[in-house]
């Protein structure tokens, strides 16, 4: 991390987990951990329990988040949830393009470029998830791959509206799966990421852009990945959900 140049972020990513009223518990849990925070800290939460979310944390240094959003402003879009709507609840950021969102729904790096716009122009703050798959990696195309979400998911995304666009950086083969990347791993390809983004942004531009990694972060691997470089913080799924580990999470940024 860089704390110097970009800031330090630790976001949770409950995915489809909690109820209203134990998401209200768990951020009563969260808060008085992790209040003395050295980085941002984001719940991101389903969207049924984004008013719970917002109503605990009211007073606290913790920030909410969805997990996706449409890209129409409204519209015929049944089931569907625009950023106006979610801005009007008081959300503050939005993870697009998660790998499972890019496995099971559908997405596409188009379907991503469309969501990230609409979340800028709201003025919410998108966490774009990029990520190799484990064969694509074994097929040595890690960087390929990268370079192509980058591109497509952030096209048409100007200079200004970038500095509110954090990147995660979540191979697909690490997440849930106990197989984190190791800290090399883990920034050389945050490094290609910010590589990336200098040539499409300028390397000033890119130097402010904070990389999480997401992948079986834990309160075990969160330091030595959070002493890299180009790791800015974490996304982060199963421990997220145990308030004393995703306290020691947030604990290991701060102190990094
Ligand atoms: P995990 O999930 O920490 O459970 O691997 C990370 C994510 O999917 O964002």
Same mark, same amino acid.
């Given at each position: 991390m860089k704390k110097d140049i970009r800031k330090a972020i630790i976001a949770g =990513? $409950? #995915?489809? =987990? #909690?109820t209203p009223s134990e998401t209200s518990v768990l951020i009563n849990e969260i808060a008085p951990l992790v209040k003395d925070a050295g980085c941002e800290v984001i719940t991101c939460v389903p969207y049924v329990d984004l008013s719970a979310a917002v109503e605990a944390t009211k007073g606290t240094n913790i920030k909410v988040g969805a997990e996706n959003c449409h $890209?129409? %402003? *409204? +519209? &015929? /879009?049944?089931g569907e949830i625009s950023a106006a709507m979610l801005k009007e609840v008081g959300v503050e950021y939005v993870v697009l393009g998660h790998s499972e969102r890019r496995q099971y /729904? +559908? %997405?596409t790096d188009e379907t991503v470029n469309k969501r990230t716009k609409a979340v800028l122009k709201a003025g919410l703050k998108p966490i774009v998830c990029v990520g190799e798959l484990l064969w694509e990696r074994e097929c040595n195309i890690t960087e390929e791959v990268i370079a192509r979400q980058i591109k497509l998911d952030l096209w048409d995304v100007t200079a200004e509206e970038l500095k509110n666009v954090v990147i995660a950086y979540e191979p697909v083969w690490a997440i849930g799966t106990g197989k984190t990347a190791t800290a090399e791993q883990a920034e050389d390809v945050c490094a290609f990421i910010r590589a990336q983004l200098g040539k499409l942004y300028g390397e000033e531009a890119a130097a402010g852009v904070t990389i999480q990694y997401g992948g079986s972060m834990n309160d075990k691997n969160a330091d030595e990945l959070l002493? #890299? %470089? =180009?790791?800015?913080g974490g996304l982060i799924g +199963? &421990? *997220?959900?145990?308030a004393e580990k995703f306290a020691a999470i947030v604990k290991a940024a701060t102190v990094n």
């Open positions: =990513n $409950w #995915k489809m =987990n #909690k $890209w129409a %402003e *409204s +519209g &015929a /879009f049944t /729904f +559908g %997405e002493q #890299k %470089e =180009n790791v800015d +199963g &421990a *997220s959900l145990v």
